[in-house]
Each structure stands twice: as structure tokens, then as C-alpha cells.
């Protein structure tokens, strides 16, 4: 596991596992917040928001992940390693 530091917010800690992507779905949408009391008000907030889904497999099997924007939390940012 690696600790990863963000200028202004708190410290992630990222584990490193070897995936294999196969398919990228970006899903376009808004970039409402996600403060308690605006996802208390709107109803299905996370499935307005902007998303990227990634697919594929990895050691155990199936993997799936959705990267979700929203205002004030930050963007979407993932970085892959050159396949060797």
C-alpha cells in the first residue's frame, strides 16, 4: 500500500493491483455537490453526476470501477502504468 498526499486535503492511501482494462465508459452529466444536505434534497444526486467507468479483470476476476465528479471535491484523474 502507498500513501498518496494531496495539496489541500487529506492523505489516500492507494493499493496497487495489476488490472487489465478493457473498456471505458464515460458518462457525461453534471457536477452537482455532494455536501449531505444537497444529496438529502435531490433525489438520485449520484446518478446525475459526471462518471467514468472502467471494466476489466484483474487476479480474482471481474473488476469494475466508477470514478464520480462533483463541485468542490475534485476531478478525475487516473494514471495508468506502460504495459511492459
Known sequence: MRLVSVPNRQTVAV???EVIILTVLCVTGELFSVNPGIAR???GLFSF???AVYV???EHGFFSMAAVGATNVGSINVCFDKVH
Open 15 to 17: 493499493t496497487l493491483y
Open 41 to 43: 434534497w435531490l433525489q
Open 49 to 51: 453526476n459526471e462518471r
Open 56 to 58: 476489466g479483470n484483474w
